[in-house]
């Protein structure tokens, strides 16, 4: 008899999806050059953050996706109920994270909007299409018990009429359906590489974005600079091309200058790489 038991654990789809959510948030952070974010090249705009601090924050939110997941398929449906059991879930998830990080916020966002895609992917896991708008219905139902503090997301609507996260979620991933994923296959199918069409993925969810890490840290300023930087990167042939490289190295340096990292760009992405890999079939 073996000391070890070496038989592979059979992964329920709960399992399956809480490894999908902390994947795509791994490969997000180690993706790089990224303008002013946490990669393997620093910590881009950030002084409290790093990248082993993303992937172990990243690792500590795995029992949170899977028990968002598990409340999915037990519930069976979208409603208050469910609502109200991940925004349980996602704070208990969010203090895990503190607990890891020593208070450093490495992921609220991205609990967020993978806690959101995780529960619908559990309920309905077909395509992008559907994922995304069981999400919007759970983002748009109002969880009785969650706190209201004003974080710097608030503090940013007040100051310039921004949604931000909430409403991204609410209107059903548009970043990500209708730039990221397009742009993630076009680069592809041109044969950019995977890094590139992460990359550019990235770029096309930073053209529009309003994100409110930039508005909080760098004002409009910072958040044109952000849009037209992107656009400029993907004008001149994407991450792929001398020309679209050198563009991406002015935008990291002008962010860095202005200390806007475009942090809710990158949660972005990482939702991006979870919906691309449920629509692969690769779960
Ligand atoms: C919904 C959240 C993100 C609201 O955030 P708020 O607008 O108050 O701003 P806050 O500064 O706390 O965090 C915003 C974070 O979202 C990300 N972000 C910023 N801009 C955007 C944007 N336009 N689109 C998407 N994400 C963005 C960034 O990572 C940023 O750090 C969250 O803090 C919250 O209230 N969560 C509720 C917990 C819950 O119910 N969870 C269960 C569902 S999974
Ligand atoms: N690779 C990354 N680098 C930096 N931020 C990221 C990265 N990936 C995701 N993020 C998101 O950016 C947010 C962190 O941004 P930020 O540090 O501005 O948070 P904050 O707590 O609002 O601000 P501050 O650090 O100024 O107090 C997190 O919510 C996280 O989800």
Redesign the pocket.
Known sequence: MHALNLQPKTLTLADRLADLAVDALIDEADLSPKPALVDRRGNGAHTDLHLGLMHASALSLWPAFKE?AEAAIEFGEVGLPL?EA??????E??QAMLATTSGV?T??????????L??AAALENTNASAVTLYAAR??LLD?RF?PR?L???????QRYG????????QLGFP?VLHRALPQLHRSRALGHGEQNARLDALLAIMTQ????????RAGEQGLQTMQRGAQAVLDAGGSASLGGRRRLHELDEQLIALNASP??????LAACLFIDRIESGAF
């Open positions: 968002m609502r991940l925004g349980r879930i996602g704070r998830g969010e916020n992921h609220r966002g991205a609990i967020w909007a993978l806690g959101l995780v529960a759970l983002a969880d969650a503090p974080s710097h997301g608030a503090q940013v609507a921004a949604r931000g996260a909430r409403e991204e979620a970043s974005l309003a994100d409110t890490c930039v508005l909080y942090g809710g760009a990158a949660d972005l």
